[in-house]
T-cell receptor, first 117, second 108 residues
Framework: GAVVSQHPSWVICKSGTSVKIECRSLDFQATTMFWYRQFPKQSLMLMATSNEGSKATYEQGVEKDKFLINHASLTLSTLTVTSAHPEDSSFYIC?????????????FGQGTRLTVV | RKEVEQDPGPFNVPEGATVAFNCTYSNSASQSFFWYRQDCRKEPKLLMSVYSSGNEDGRFTAQLNRASQYISLLIRDSKLSDSATYLCAVHYAGKSTFGDGTTLTVKP
């Protein structure tokens, strides 16, 4: 069964609105979660590392004021896409590890397909 | 140069064929390596971990060559259900870097 649950699985929103995506670790605590974006026929691009109780670490080129990350508990991280634009339409996916990131596999949420119209 | 490079394919093979994918990585200090399978419009799922000693799971064999900085995945006796995109992943400093994926289509 799934160990990481992501919600919603798809969302359509209007330009200028904000969308919140939740990522939950099930039956384990995740002090670190990762947020990726994937465009069609491309790989997963790491957007940011979500750290429980502290600020997220964003990858170069990712606007932290546009992609707000909150990791308020050991089992929940949220990504809010603020003032969404059509170019933000993509597949957003989170992951977490059971154990050290260094040598354990990633468990992914089901992904969220965002369409901005 | 990308940190992790994969042959994008696509690979179109008949059922029963043997197919091999390679993935090269640039960071010699990379710590762990994995192959994931991603079906269309779904999340990636772990296929297998990759070790220097090799790792075999049924029809799938993964190898790591640290000296040449590449990992490989061999699929024997391909099935229709093997059709998917295969992503290699390299871990370093608490982060995973993924290749662009290799698309495999197995045809009857």
């Amino acid at each position: 069964g799934a160990v990481v649950s992501q919600h919603p699985s798809w969302v359509i929103c209007k330009s200028g609105t904000s969308v919140k995506i939740e990522c939950r670790s099930l039956d384990f605590q995740a002090t670190t979660m990762f947020w990726y974006r994937q465009f069609p026929k491309q790989s997963l691009m790491l957007m940011a590392t979500s750290n429980e109780g502290s600020k997220a670490t964003y990858e170069q080129g990712v606007e932290k004021d546009k992609f707000l990350i909150n990791h308020a508990s050991l089992t929940l991280s949220t990504l809010t896409v603020t003032s969404a634009h059509p170019e933000d339409s993509s597949f957003y996916i989170c992951s977490a590890h059971i154990g050290p990131v260094m040598n354990t596999e990633a468990f992914f949420g089901q992904g969220t397909r965002l369409t901005v119209v | 140069r990308k940190e992790v490079e994969q042959d994008p394919g696509p690979f179109n093979v008949p059922e029963g064929a043997t197919v091999a994918f390679n993935c090269t990585y640039s960071n010699s200090a990379s710590q762990s390596f994995f192959w994931y399978r991603q079906d269309c419009r779904k999340e990636p799922k772990l296929l297998m971990s990759v070790y220097s000693s090799g790792n075999e799971d049924g029809r799938f064999t993964a190898q790591l060559n640290r000296a040449s900085q590449y990992i490989s995945l061999l699929i024997r006796d391909s099935k229709l259900s093997d059709s998917a995109t295969y992503l290699c992943a390299v871990h370093y400093a608490g982060k995973s870097t993924f290749g662009d994926g290799t698309t495999l289509t197995v045809k009857p």
